[in-house]
C-alpha cells in the first residue's frame, strides 16, 4: 500500500501513482473549504492547481509553514471525530488518514479512544505534521472494550434495574474509588507519552434519559451504596419496589439527596481526574482540558429533566472542574431523528443550556457535538453539515464537530474526486482523493485518463 507522500522533486518523468486503499466503502468529504458548497469545480480547481503548479515550476519546491496555534485552533472552528479502529481506517497509511482529513478543510480532531491502552502515536504525529490540533476523547461511564484492563476490573461495573442491552458497552461507576483512581493514572499517562493538544472526557453521565420508565438506570450497585452511606448514612432510594417505604416516588427528601449525590458523583469523578493529585493537569499543565455534558429539545423542563434523570449539570461541572472548553453533545432522542426532523439549527434550543454555562463562565468557549450517520434512517448530508456550521457560529457556538468522519452521508452520496497531486524525489506523482476507494474499482484502469 503507497504511502501518500508530501516531498517534490525535479525530475521530468511522470509515472502516475494513483494512492489506493483497501475498502468496503468510500467516505465523508465536506469539501475543502468547510462551509462552502461543493461541486466538482472546486474540487478540479484544487486538483489542477496543486499539479499544475509543480508542473510549471519545474523545479523542487520548498513549502513553507507558518507556525500553528494548536492550542487556539483546537478551541476554535469546525472539528470532526474520528475512531481509527473502524474498518476505514485500517490497511492503510497514517499519511492517507490524515491527508484525507486535511483536504476535508479540518484543522482540529478528536481521536475517539475506545480502550486507554491502545493508542496510535503515529497518527497523532501524522496529523500535527499537517497542522491539524488533535484532542483525546476517551468514555467517562464505561468502555467500549475491556482488553488488558486489570485484574478485579468487574468490580468497577455499574449496576441499573435492568441489564442494558447497549451492544458492546460496559458501564463502569464514577462511584467506584478503584475505576476513578486507574482512569486517572491511565489518561496522566497518555498526557504524558503522546503529543496531544488536548483531552476531554465525554458520556460521563449516569444510564438513561427517561431511565426510571425503561429501567436502564444506574449506578445502584455496591460502589453507589457504600459512598451513599459514606455521604449521607443512609440506604439509597429503592427503585424496583414500588410498595417500599423508601421508593424514589415514596420519599421526596431522599430521592432529591440521590439527585444531588449523582449531580456530585459526576463532576467529583471529572475533577479527580483532571485536577487530583496525579492526574492530567498534574502531569501536563499545559494541555487543554474539555468537559462534555448533554444537550436535549425535551420542552421547557429540559435542564431540570437531564439533572435528574442523569446527574448533569453544566454550570456546577465547569465552576468546579474549570475547564479550556465545555461542550454539549446532542442526546439521542435528538441525534436519532433523520435531517426532515432535525434542522440544522436545531442547536437554538439548547439555549436554555448554553445559557447555564454563559452564565458562570462568561468567557469559556462553548462548543457543540452533532452525530452524521449513527444508524442508517438519520444519516446527513454535506449540505446539512455545512448549514450546521453556520448555524453554531449564528448561536454563539466558537467551535462544532460530529461522530463520525466515515458514516457521514457524504461518503456514500459523493463519487471520489482527487484532490491533490504532488511530485515525489523519483519522478512519481502522488494523487490524493477525498475519500478512500475501494481496490477493485479502484484498479479499473478505465476509471483514469491521462
Known sequence: MGEWGCSMGKRLLVMILVVLLSACQSKPDLSNNIGAEPSESNHDTVFETAYQTEEQKGEEVV?????????????????????????????RSVQSIADEIQLAGYKTVYYCLVNENFVNGDLINAFHDRGIAVWLLVFGNGSYS???????????????????????????????KEYVDWKKKSLARL????????????????????GLVTKVYGDIGPNAQEAFREKYGTEIPDFKDPSAPNYYANNRALYEQWIEFRVNGVNDFLDEIFNGEG???????????????????????????LREYQGLDAAAMVQQVKPDIHFFQTH????????????????KAYKPFFDQVRAVAPELPIGL?????????MIKSTKWQQQLNVEAQRHGYAAWTTYEYHIGGYIYSEKPVPMRALRQEDGSVIISFNKRIDDRSGAQLENYSV
Open 146 to 176: 475491556t482488553q488488558n484492563f486489570p485484574e478485579g476490573w468487574q468490580k468497577w461495573q455499574m449496576e441499573l434495574v435492568e441489564p442494558s442491552d447497549v451492544a458492546g458497552f460496559v458501564f463502569l461507576s464514577q462511584f467506584s
Open 279 to 305: 492526574g492530567v493537569r498534574e502531569e501536563n499543565p499545559d494541555i487543554l482540558i474539555g468537559t462534555w455534558s448533554l444537550g436535549i429539545d425535551a420542552g421547557p423542563s429540559s435542564v431540570e429533566k
Open 63 to 91: 513549502e513553507s509553514v507558518e507556525p500553528v496555534n494548536f492550542r487556539k485552533q483546537a478551541l476554535n472552528g469546525a472539528s470532526i471525530e474520528i475512531d481509527p479502529n473502524w474498518p476505514y481506517y485500517q490497511n
Open 191 to 210: 498526557v504524558k507519552e503522546y503529543p496531544f493538544d488536548g483531552v476531554a472526557i465525554l458520556e460521563s453521565f449516569f444510564p438513561e434519559w427517561d
Open 369 to 377: 457535538q452533532a452525530d452524521n450517520g449513527s444508524v442508517e434512517s
Open 332 to 347: 439521542w432522542p435528538d441525534w436519532i431523528k433523520p435531517e426532515s426532523e432535525l434542522p440544522a439549527d436545531y442547536m
